[in-house]
């Protein structure tokens, strides 16, 4: 298989797998490769080893969960995501740069900016309210083209891409 294309099934495997206990040994098995060979293969592609891939996305959910579900104890949350009680603040506050609750009140519930045009604000529904708005429908096959980008906002800003 095509590295490039393992590392993106593979990122797409542990983001549909973020709420489970997902693993280094749990993605190489999945592609019926070896860890040491996997982990050396996805460090060469993306500059992190899968368990701080792992460790990062568990962190961003966590805190999107957080502002799309303010009446769930913080404490509920980092135990959702794999960490103990008085581990989950010390995370996220390196994370962040805030601490959970200081996070949660310093963003606006319902809404926020959008980080590559400011002016522009999102507004946030309950997950109760989505999941109400979820319809599924079967579509026909379409042929689509992307590109994933792994680094950071303001490497993805230096790249000159824009939405």
Do not use: W
């Not at 309950?126 to 980008?149: G, P």
Request: proline content about 3%; charged content about 25%.
């Amino acid at each position: 298989m095509d590295r490039k294309k393992l590392v993106n099934q593979s990122i797409d495997y542990i983001m549909q797998h973020l709420d489970e206990n997902v693993s280094l040994d749990t993605v190489a098995a999945h592609f019926y490769i070896s860890k040491y060979h996997f982990s050396r293969i996805f460090k060469e592609e993306t500059g992190e080893s899968v368990y701080a891939f792992i460790k990062r996305c568990k962190m961003d959910q966590s805190a999107i969960d957080m502002k799309l579900n303010p009446e769930k104890a913080i404490t509920d949350i980092g135990l959702d995501y794999g960490y103990s009680s008085s581990n989950y603040s010390s995370v996220f506050k390196k994370r962040h740069a805030a601490s959970p609750t200081g996070f949660r009140q310093s963003i606006p519930v319902r809404s926020m900016a959008v980080p590559f045009n400011p002016e522009r604000v999102v507004h946030f529904k309950t997950a109760a309210e989505y999941a109400e708005q979820i319809e599924v429908q079967k579509l026909d096959d379409l042929f689509v083209i992307y590109e994933r980008f792994i680094g950071t906002y303001m490497d993805l800003e230096k790249t000159g891409i824009s939405f």
